[in-house]
C-alpha cells in the first residue's frame, strides 16, 4: 500500500489520470477511499504521528480551514466542513479548488517533514490554536 503524499504528488502533475470529473469533490471521493482502504490494511485507528497517511487523514480538512485562513480570509470559519466544501466555498471556480487543494498538500506534506512526532501529537490533543 502506498503512501497519500506519493498519490497526491502524482495527482497534482495530471488530476485527469486519477478522477474524472477533475473536482476537487472527486479528489476527496479518491483520497477518502485509499485511506479507508490504508485502515483495513493496517487495522487500527490509533493516532500514529509518524505516518504521513494518519496525520493526513486525522488533519487534513482542520489543515484547509487553517490555511485558508492565512492565505485567502483570515476570518472563515467552518472547520466542521470536509475540504471539498472549503475550497469550493473560497475559489471562483472548480479548476481554482483544485490548484488551491494542491497548494496546500503541498504546504502540509513540507510541515509533516519539518516537524517531530511530538508536535503531531500534541495537535492530536490540542488542536491547532
Not at 10 to 27: K, L
Not at 74 to 95: G, R, W
Amino acid at each position: 500500500m502506498g503512501n497519500i503524499e506519493t498519490l497526491i504528488t502524482n495527482m497534482a502533475v495530471r488530476p485527469p489520470m486519477y478522477v474524472h470529473p477533475v473536482n476537487v469533490y472527486s479528489i476527496e471521493n479518491l483520497l477518502r477511499g485509499f485511506l479507508y482502504h490504508w485502515i483495513d490494511e493496517i487495522k487500527t485507528y490509533e493516532f500514529d504521528p509518524t505516518s504521513v497517511n494518519c496525520v493526513f487523514r486525522s488533519f487534513i480538512d482542520r489543515w484547509i480551514c487553517h490555511w485558508i485562513r492565512k492565505n485567502i480570509d483570515d476570518k472563515y470559519d467552518t472547520e466542521d466542513s470536509f475540504f471539498s466544501d472549503m475550497l469550493t466555498s473560497v475559489a471562483k471556480n472548480e479548476d481554482e479548488a483544485v490548484k488551491i487543494f494542491f497548494s496546500a498538500c503541498q504546504e502540509f506534506f513540507m510541515l509533516f517533514h519539518k516537524n517531530q512526532p511530538e508536535y503531531w501529537a500534541k495537535i492530536a490533543k490540542e488542536g491547532w490554536g
